[in-house]
């Protein structure tokens, strides 16, 4: 005679458990950007990183389109340039300095896809599409913050 388990029915159901956590880019991505023209002066880039406390934001033309991102890092290389060649840069617009060859995500992907791509690029943010307009921006901490709320769901 086989071992009958008292809790039969139960404990399969427990084992089912619904996972209601949210898991797209658009449940974690920042709405409220800090954004650049093509045409403004490095000089007030480098003053709203600071006054902003960030370290890139993306770069939009008159129409509002996406046409690059600025980051930290390209004023670092520009900093480092005009030294060795001693040029002033502040003179300079943003578009001169802008990465114009923007990797971005799509609104409806998972964090953990856009964990891959973030792996994959070894970039700090990604703007965030839908239908070709920027609605927001993605960064590497946003999708830890994900992570870490989906792992306190786990564990309800």
């Known amino acids: 005679m086989g071992i009958k388990s008292f809790q039969g029915r139960r404990s399969r159901e427990a084992?089912?458990?619904?996972?209601?956590?949210?898991?797209?880019?658009?449940?974690?991505?920042?709405?409220?950007?800090?954004?650049?023209?093509?045409?403004?002066?490095?000089?007030?880039?480098?003053?709203?990183?600071?006054?902003h406390r960030?370290?890139?934001?993306?770069?939009?033309?008159?129409?509002?389109?996406?046409v690059g991102i600025i980051s930290e890092a390209d004023c670092m290389k520009q900093i480092s340039e005009s030294r060795y060649f001693n040029q002033p840069i502040l003179d300079k617009s943003v578009e001169s300095f802008m990465t114009k060859n923007v990797d971005t995500i799509p609104h409806d992907m998972s964090i953990f896809d856009a964990a891959g791509v973030f792996h994959k690029n070894n970039?700090?943010?990604l703007p965030v599409?839908?239908?070709?307009?920027?609605?927001?921006q993605i960064s590497r901490k946003d999708i830890v913050i994900a992570a870490l709320k989906l792992n306190a769901q786990n564990w309800k």
């Open 15 to 51: 084992s089912k458990k619904e996972y209601d956590a949210p898991i797209l880019v658009t449940d974690y991505m920042s709405r409220k950007l800090v954004t650049f023209r093509p045409d403004q002066s490095i000089l007030e880039v480098m003053e709203a990183f600071t006054k």
């Open 54 to 66: 960030i370290s890139g934001g993306p770069v939009l033309d008159d129409n509002g389109f996406l």
């Open 123 to 125: 970039r700090r943010r």
């Open 129 to 136: 599409m839908k239908d070709g307009l920027l609605i927001g």
